[in-house]
């Protein structure tokens, strides 16, 4: 695996988030949120429903990223979404199943 964990989140060497288990600092301090993304720009952590709620900059579906990464699973997309707080751009590994 080529990431690191942060505050709950597994951050990849590109810049990628996976939903992970575990504490994260929201803008109100620490949180126990059952599943987070968060900002690499402003550091606000989302949950789960909050990242699906926030505007969508783009989506790169599994076909492209396979054109890209040697081994792209079929069923993982990445997902853009803008930070609410600071307008940065906040890129996820997503399952194709559940969107």
Do not use: H, Q, Y
């Given at each position: ?9 597994l ?25 987070a ?63």
């Amino acid at each position: 695996m080529c990431g690191e964990k942060r505050g709950g989140v597994l951050v990849w060497s590109a810049g990628f988030a996976m939903l992970t288990e575990g504490p994260m600092t929201t803008r109100d301090g620490p949180a126990e949120l059952e599943s987070a993304a968060k900002c690499k720009a402003c550091g606000t952590g989302f949950t789960n429903s909050a990242w699906t709620r926030l505007d969508l900059s783009t989506r790169i579906a599994p076909r492209k990223l396979r054109e890209l990464v040697l081994g792209w699973p079929d069923d993982v997309c990445v997902e853009v979404r803008i930070c609410s707080r600071c307008r940065g751009l906040i890129p996820m590994k997503r399952s194709t199943a559940s969107r």
